[in-house]
């Protein structure tokens, strides 16, 4: 099985939505330290610090990471996608379990030209991220084609005509 890599806007992606997520952490963390006026306690003072030292190195080491991890294949029997950080995970999905394709697009995929594929099987959702508008909208043709011969052909009893 061959597995595609993400282009250079996927990991410009990933550093956005890292940082927003982190920022908005920041942001949340701080504003609780301040309403319960937590600064001046020391001992968690401190461990306020390490925290935010903890996200903003995430938002450093994540994105890279996940970007070399991430692959995607499709061949005629199944979609196989891998991502991860600290774990990674596979999911293998077979293409006769598909129900429904859709895309879609966050605003900061929209800000680097990339879009979501969501497939939709009985046992749930599986989404293959960061990809170009043009490339995602072949997978997603490709894969509506696919489950529209299955239909066919269950409905022809498994003989094609």
Sequence with gaps: ?????????ALK???TATGAGVLIS?????GLMW???????ALLAGVYLFAMLLLAANAVISPPF????????INDTCIDLREGYLWTEEHIVPLNRLHQISMNQGPIDRMYGL???VVTTAGGEVTIRFLEYQRAQKIADAL???INDLALLSQNGGHHE
């Design 35 to 41: 309403y319960f006026a937590l600064f001046s306690n």
């Design 66 to 73: 996940r970007y070399k991890r991430y692959r995607y294949a």
């Design 144 to 146: 509506t084609a696919k």
């Design 13 to 15: 992606c990933m550093y």
């Design 115 to 117: 879009t979501k594929v």
């Design 1 to 9: 099985m061959v597995f595609e890599k993400l282009n250079k806007n």
């Design 26 to 30: 920041m942001a949340i963390l701080t």
